[in-house]
């Protein structure tokens, strides 16, 4: 049996259900879409990304032994799931061993951020069921452990834009600074191999309109970690490519005002900005390019998303059954999705839950 409780997620009411019986404990976290600053933002430069409608489900019960959807869990395997499982339990209090069962429709390794809303999804079920209740993490604690999760599959070099925005859902700006027109969230550190990086991390409400971001899939797979590895090889070859790394940058922060304002044509204009440079960084491919131009004609902007070498396009548009059709004519696969969409949310499970705010 089970029990709804409304909540509201911009004015939209969001069913949260918790189970009455049973142990099991079901959270969910949304996939992500960069619209500005992929890879600069590593190095600290602002970056823009909204929350999808498509999520990733993570089911947790008592098990005799761990298991991730029926195999056993490593740490070479599953390292964000290792890094968590050890970071939420302290040395004082073993973990019971759980089965973990993940579903949703975030397609892998694609640049949507799958495993930041693995990471984020796991953290807020794993959290219920850690035996003291009255310390539950907030959202702040649980987008922190999920980017350390990043951080060490990354090899040190991962910013908190996926999984903040996993965590936080709608529209989250990264920046150095505390930025005007967003409301500030959390302020978060890492030391990565090019030295210390501070990121103020906020969400936004753009004006609504009718517009869509079409993601349009070659179905490549590009680990991130290769990708953000290629451009730290890039700068450190040539360390004037910095100016590339700037540019991405002041196109962010243009495309963020023209997001703040609702003019999405300036903000389609920039998105195709930031692609050029992308691309000069060396971090497109020719089945990206590919997509992109087959969505431009009927979109209002377009660009890789995430870290490229393979995986998704998005372009932003009035048109979205025109421009998917118009990738997958072109041999991508599409998901079509509206700007900006609830962040973690808890769907089965005890009732005291991570949700403090
Ligand atoms: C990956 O979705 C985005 C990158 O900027 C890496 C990161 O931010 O950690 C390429």
Redesign the pocket.
């Known amino acids: 049996m089970t029990r709804g409780c409304e909540k509201e997620y911009e004015g939209r009411p969001l069913l949260v259900t918790m189970g009455l019986d049973g142990d099991a404990t079901t959270a969910s976290a949304p996939a ?1 879409c ?1 619209l500005f ?6 190095y600290g430069e602002p ?1 823009v990304a909204v929350a999808l409608e498509q999520r990733l489900n993570v089911r947790i019960s008592p098990a005799k032994s761990w298991s991730i959807d029926g195999s056993s869990l490593t740490a070479k395997r599953h390292p964000h799931i290792h890094h968590l499982v050890h970071a939420l339990w302290t040395n004082t209090s073993e973990p019971k061993p759980l089965s973990v069962h993940v579903t949703g429709d975030i397609p892998r390794a694609s ?1 949507l ?1 799958s495993s ?1 809303a693995l990471s984020v999804a796991l953290c807020a079920a794993l959290d219920t069921s850690r035996e003291n209740s009255g310390d539950r993490l907030d959202h702040d604690e649980m987008s922190h452990l999920a980017h350390m999760a ?1 951080a060490t599959a ?1 090899s040190g ?6 999984t903040s925005t996993s965590t936080l859902g709608g529209v989250v700006v990264l920046s150095d600074r505390k930025e005007d027109g967003c409301e500030w969230a959390f302020t978060r550190q890492l030391e990565t191999p090019e030295g210390m990086r501070t990121w103020e991390i906020h969400t936004m409400t753009p004006p609504q309109d009718d517009v869509y971001l079409v993601l349009g899939n070659t179905g490549v797979h590009a680990p ?1 970690s290769h ?2 590895a290629l ?1 730290a090889a890039a700068l450190e070859a040539n360390p004037e490519r910095i100016n590339e790394i700037r540019a991405i940058g002041s196109i962010s922060r243009r495309g963020l005002k023209a997001l703040q304002e609702g003019n999405y044509d300036v903000v389609g204009h920039a998105m195709s900005e930031n692609h050029l440079i992308l691309r000069n960084l060396g ?1 497109s491919s020719e089945e990206l390019e590919t997509l992109i131009s087959a969505a431009l004609p009927t979109a209002l902007g377009a660009k890789l ?4 070498g393979g995986g998704c396009m998005v372009a932003l548009t009035r048109q979205p059954k025109a421009t998917s059709e118009a990738i997958e004519l072109a041999g991508g696969r599409t998901l079509i999705s509206r700007l900006g969409n609830p962040g973690a949310t808890l769907i089965e499970g005890p009732k005291e839950t991570f949700w403090r705010d």
Do not use: F, N, Y
């Open positions: 992500k960069i600053g992929e890879h600069a933002v590593v970056a640049g951020g930041a990043e990354q070099r991962a910013s908190p834009m996926d991130t990708q953000v451009v971090v998303t995430g870290a490229g």
